[in-house]
């Protein structure tokens, strides 16, 4: 089945500590999009790619930082600069900009 | 920023009832997207309406967009309580590729 894979479901980080968010497509989709979610809240943008070796800031970039080395996947660092990292993360795609996206199931990062 | 804001931001009803939820934004669209999540999960694309068009459907879905007003609503009907999740709407502004901008969602309670 083809689809759009998030690991891990949970995770916590350290105070000062860079964390790595996984995201994996097998839908031979160009553009791929990382948005965080706050409870209650829609969806704000983080990063996105239109192509592999390219990405573009979001609305909430600073904190954050990506890589597009494969078109299959588009991982998100969490990086200790991000004060206030805790959120439900969530990765989609799609064939084109213009399309739909898929989403996967996110991961909900805490801070310990 | 949020572009979307969905109203009312919670409903509830009974199974078999209709269920209507209303989207404004404040730019020119190229199009607008209606998502549905189900709790801790991704979401799921439901339809998707051009700027051009006033109305569309999907099953027990309907979707209606008047730009003159910039707003849309979506209508669920004969509700089941598989239904029970929180619907988005996301705009595609005119001119702009890529981002989507969702609003903060209604969450909607089928009850049996």
């Known amino acids: 089945d083809g689809g759009i894979t998030q690991s891990p479901k949970y995770l916590f980080r350290k105070e000062g500590q860079n964390v790595t968010l996984s995201c994996e497509q097998n839908l031979n989709h160009d553009a791929m999009y990382w948005y965080r979610q706050d409870p209650g809240q829609g969806l704000r943008l983080i990063y996105y790619s239109q192509i592999v070796n390219d990405f573009q800031k979001g609305d909430i970039a600073e904190g954050y930082s990506v890589s597009r080395e494969k078109k299959e996947s588009f991982p998100l660092t969490v990086t200790s600069a991000q004060k206030n990292p805790t959120a439900f993360y969530l990765c989609a795609s799609s064939l084109v900009e213009e399309q739909p996206q898929h989403f996967g199931d996110g991961t909900r990062l805490s801070i310990l | ?112």
């Open chain 2, 1 to 112: 920023s949020q572009q979307g804001e969905e109203d009312p931001q919670a409903l509830s009803i009974q199974e078999g009832e209709n269920a209507t939820m209303n989207c404004s934004y404040k730019t020119s669209i190229n199009n607008l997207q209606w998502y549905r999540q189900n709790s801790g999960r991704g979401l799921v694309h439901l339809i998707l309406i051009r700027s051009n068009e006033r109305e569309k459907h999907s099953g027990r879905l309907r979707v209606t967009l008047d730009t003159s007003k910039k707003s849309s609503s979506l209508l669920i009907t004969a509700s089941r309580a598989a239904d029970t999740a929180s619907y988005f709407c996301a705009t595609r502004k005119t001119g702009t590729a890529s981002k989507l901008t969702f609003g903060t969602g209604t969450r909607l309670q089928v009850t049996l």
